[in-house]
């Protein structure tokens, strides 16, 4: 694995990602390291095939040889600029980084993993399309998309925030939902140990 990307995937595993401190320094980094600096979940990613010519069997054949490659894309949500390419026969990392993506185009499936932004009430059908536009396809991109791309589209800081409000309230229901579990949990562990004291009483009543 190179070093910078080396580098990369230990940022990756620590958590919590500091993004105001990406944001800070992502105007003076080339594409690939704003790629390396940004939490995998939050990238607009993309396996793909393509042709490429080999140049030792076209030379040894005397003519044009080509093989199928596979190929990631890896975009920054809301940076139309930022374009990263990859030959997976150079560079078989990215298989690691992003392996439930590459599992999907495996099996020629949909790539896109999260909530589907027409999920969010509050977007129009038109900026929901003005989003993708700009590789923005789900809740989790929109809500944690660097700032330093939302101030380039009118009304994205306050749509991120939202996005972010929205998947927040789904943890909160969900950690009822678990808590209400364990309740239950709890209560039927509760009611099966009466059960068995009252077994054992009447066992040594009947003696």
């Given amino acids: 694995m190179p070093e910078t990307f080396a580098v990369a995937d230990a940022l990756h595993q620590a958590q919590p990602t500091n993004f105001d401190a990406v944001d800070s320094r992502m105007l003076f980094q080339s594409d690939g390291e704003r790629v390396a600096n940004m939490a995998d979940s939050k990238l607009f990613v993309r396996f793909f095939t393509k042709s490429v010519m080999n140049p030792e069997k076209s030379e040894e054949a005397k003519r044009a040889i080509y093989e199928t490659h596979e190929f990631v894309n890896i975009k920054i949500p809301g940076d139309k600029n930022n374009d990263v390419v990859k030959d997976l026969a150079l560079e078989p990392y990215y298989i690691q980084r992003f392996p439930e993506h590459y599992a999907r185009f495996k099996k020629g499936q949909e790539q896109v993993i999260g909530t589907p932004l027409n999920a969010l009430p509050f977007l129009r059908e038109e900026q929901v399309e003005e989003y993708k536009a700009m590789n923005i396809r789900t809740v989790e991109q929109l809500a944690g998309m660097a700032d330093v791309q939302a101030q380039t589209i009118l009304g994205s800081i306050a749509h991120k925030q939202q996005a972010q409000k929205w998947l927040d309230s789904f943890k909160g229901a969900e950690q009822l939902r678990k808590d209400f579990e364990a309740d239950k949990e709890a209560q039927a562990a509760q009611i ?16």
């Fill in 192 to 207: 099966a140990e009466l059960q068995a004291k009252i077994a054992a009483l009447q066992t040594q009543a009947k003696k």
